[in-house]
């Protein structure tokens, strides 16, 4: 996969050098008052930069090149929303692995006889 690389205009950003302010918290499903915090001072430094038309124009790239961060002052999920895609399009499960059942999990969906059977094993020390 060929991620785009920025411009030069990532000299100027106000964000440079600050990727842990950036990043998007794992909140494991659920969004907590520390994520939204997060969100909330990454967006004020995007607020702020100014190369935020370029750096959305990149961001919103497909694939996504920061698919861990707040970028052009937009999270992951806008971004998809805004070019019509989805996590889902971009990562599709590998039925029949113990990694395929964690997607399903985490998706919300009832996971298929392959990836169920690939987590019994995974679960009782087999390769899965």
Not at 84 to 105: A, D, N
Request: net charge positive; proline share 5%.
């Amino acid at each position: 996969m060929i991620y785009a690389q920025p411009g030069a205009w990532e000299l100027e950003a106000a964000c440079r050098g600050r990727t842990a302010e950036m990043a998007i918290p794992e909140s494991r499903g659920r969004t907590t008052t520390a994520k939204r915090l997060h969100l909330l001072n990454a967006r004020r430094i995007c607020a702020s930069c100014p190369v935020l038309r370029q750096c959305r124009a990149w961001a919103l790239t497909d694939p996504d090149p920061v698919d861990f961060m707040v970028a052009g002052g937009l999270t992951v999920h806008e971004r998809d929303v805004i070019r019509g895609t989805s996590r889902r399009q971009r990562h599709p499960i590998e039925h029949g692995t113990h990694s395929g059942y964690v997607q399903h999990h985490a998706r919300h969906e009832v996971s298929c006889d392959a990836c169920k059977a690939a987590h019994t094993r995974y679960t009782h020390g087999g390769a899965a």
